[in-house]
T-cell receptor
Framework: QKEVEQNSGPLSVPEGAIASLNCTYSDRGSQSFFWYRQYSGKSPELIMF????GDKEDGRFTAQLNKASQYVSLLIRDSQPSDSATYLC???????????FGKGTTLSVSS | KAGVTQTPRYLIKTRGQQVTLSCSPISGHRSVSWYQQTPGQGLQFLFEYFSETQRNKGNFPGRFSGRQFSNSRSEMNVSTLELGDSALYLC???????????FGPGTRLTVT
């Protein structure tokens, strides 16, 4: 059974701090990795994807991938109250297969 | 470009009934995936359709079925509804599958 694990949280950080969200996956051969954000009562929205080991930056967001450790993370710099949401990690084991989602980490940013 | 649309947005059904949900993907997207989301289980994959063929299937009973039409619109059907089927049903479209998916607003199904 291929799995994606996330700490459910809540993760609470003060405004302006760095929020670090983590995800581990069981299938060592997984190819691509995604972060979705879901606000309460809304549907998930893709915010980042990463395919290669290392870091990928997009504005205040940085995705980090370590395939050897089967670990992917999302860093949110200068966290804002508007970042308060549930963050879903998703893994695509290989092309043509279904995306596997973790259960999500709830982030709360206090002003 | 218009986003993914789902109809209806809300449904209330009785145990034993059946229901059909509809999803219209983003223009040009050929893959449609369906998910069930509940507070306890998170986002669970139901199935994916690509070019009118079911390409992937999750671990749901045969009461859950779907199809895709030539214009990429997709429908999902649940027969003999059970209380445990109460959930938010999301569809997501992508160009050809994979993880870059765009979700619709969902259909909230309540079974009484």
């Amino acid at each position: 059974q291929k799995e994606v694990e996330q700490n459910s949280g809540p993760l609470s950080v003060p405004e302006g701090a760095i929020a670090s969200l983590n995800c581990t996956y069981s299938d060592r051969g997984s190819q691509s990795f995604f972060w979705y954000r879901q606000y309460s009562g809304k549907s998930p929205e893709l915010i980042m994807f990463i395919y290669s080991n290392g870091d990928k930056e997009d504005g205040r967001f940085t995705a980090q991938l370590n395939k050897a450790s089967q670990y992917v993370s999302l860093l949110i710099r200068d966290s804002q109250p508007s970042d308060s949401a549930t963050y879903l990690c998703a893994v695509n084991p290989q092309a043509g297969t279904a995306l596997i989602f973790g259960k999500g980490t709830t982030l709360s940013v206090s002003s | 470009k218009a986003g993914v649309t789902q109809t209806p947005r809300y449904l209330i059904k009785t145990r034993g009934q059946q229901v059909t949900l509809s999803c219209s993907p983003i223009s040009g997207h050929r893959s449609v995936s369906w998910y069930q989301q509940t507070p306890g289980q998170g986002l669970q994959f139901l199935f994916e359709y690509f070019s009118e063929t079911q390409r992937n299937k999750g671990n749901f009973p045969g009461r859950f079925s779907g199809r895709q039409f030539s214009n990429s619109r997709s429908e999902m059907n649940v027969s003999t509804l059970e209380l445990g089927d109460s959930a938010l049903y999301l569809c997501a479209s992508s160009l050809a599958g994979g993880g870059e998916q765009y979700f619709g607003p969902g259909t909230r199904l309540t079974v009484t």
